[in-house]
């Protein structure tokens, strides 16, 4: 579904825009009110990767395949470039004199750091690597499940696409039980509440295979999406952020999907939007890190750079962490998959 490998670039630009936004690379206050009203919800991009995640996944399980095949081919998928981030982010701590603790750094390698609620564990090392501990937990579930997932009625299918939203909002009340330093990495990192959107994605693209899925086409589900974004953005308050986008992100995703399947006019599937989405996994990974170390080395870190010289170094760093992304996709990530990943067959 090429759609949807193009709306992951979307997804990772959320991202990159909200991070720019938070890390105050811009000085001039009235470029950066703009960045960060623009991108104020970027940090959703995550939302989107973990409902697409479940979303691709149970499309294209294939019948009759080894859960080990499984498990062994999303290691190949994320690990290598998680490890060489790891490797990177390390130097640069050595570089820099920045304490290192040995458990941490173990911790994060294995991809454990989402189950760690203390300060310093769930953010360590390359930051958002966090999301890669929970997307191993889910693929560690998903097999289990699927074979449930094949069975459901449609209607079970169904109350899980309307339940989530309405669970994520729940998170609002339910974070109050948790201590109080524990209350982001309860609604935002912690595996179990974050595979939500994931199974959210699993049961809309087990609709959609059965043909079940009763939902817009791509122009007004994009149209909803937009609404969505700027209404919460403006004026809704920020507890109902999360439960509105990830309904509207679920629109968007079935919708390309369709417009795959049906062979539909769809702006995301492009050869540039193509590429963009191939490298967005990489991008990700290295983007905090990229403008983290560069903005050190340079001394403008946490005071912004003033005037033009701001808006000027983000659209730097965007180039500068594509170009990155493409030799780290091209040099480790295909390679790796082919190198640790099993041999692929022929689809039925």
Not at 124 to 138: G, K, P
Request: glycine residues 6%.
């Amino acid at each position: 579904m090429p759609s949807l490998t193009g709306l992951r670039w979307i997804a990772a630009l959320l991202v990159f825009g909200f991070h720019v936004g938070t890390m105050r690379i811009i000085a001039e206050p009235g470029y950066q009110s703009v960045v960060s009203k623009v991108f104020s919800l970027g940090l959703s991009g995550v939302e989107f990767f973990f409902i697409l995640s479940g979303f691709v996944l149970v499309w294209s399980a294939r019948p009759g395949e080894r859960r080990r095949t499984f498990w062994r081919r999303r290691f190949a998928k994320i690990w290598p470039n998680h490890a060489v981030l790891w490797a990177l982010a390390l130097l640069a701590a050595l570089w820099f004199a920045d304490p290192v603790r040995l458990g941490v750094a173990v911790e994060n390698l294995l991809l454990l750091q989402a189950w760690d609620f203390r300060v310093g564990h769930f953010y360590s090392v390359n930051n958002v690597s966090w999301s890669l501990s929970c997307e191993f937990f889910f693929y560690l579930c998903l097999p289990l499940a699927l074979p449930l997932v094949r069975r459901a009625r449609p209607w079970l299918l169904w109350a899980v696409v309307v339940a989530v939203p309405l669970l994520i909002l729940a998170l609002w009340p339910a974070q109050l039980l948790v201590p109080e330093e524990s209350r982001w990495w309860f609604t935002q990192i912690f595996p179990l509440t974050r595979s939500l959107e994931f199974w959210m994605g699993v049961a809309a693209a087990e609709l959609m295979r059965r043909g079940s899925w009763r939902g817009p086409r791509l122009p007004l589900a994009s149209l909803i999406f937009v609404a969505v974004w700027v209404a919460a953005a403006g004026w809704i308050r920020a507890e109902f952020w999360a439960a509105l986008l990830a309904a509207a992100y679920v629109l968007v995703i079935t919708a390309a999907a369709d417009a795959d399947v049906r062979n539909l006019r769809s702006p995301w599937r492009s050869r540039p939007m193509l590429w963009l989405g191939e490298v967005s996994f990489a991008f990700y990974l290295v983007h905090v890190f990229v403008m983290t170390t560069v903005l050190r080395l340079t001394g403008d870190w946490g005071v912004g750079l003033p005037g033009w010289w701001g808006p000027a170094a983000v659209l730097g760093f965007l180039v500068l962490n594509l170009a990155l992304a493409g030799l780290l996709h091209r040099w480790v990530e295909t390679p790796m998959m082919r190198l640790l990943g099993p041999r692929r067959t022929r689809p039925p």
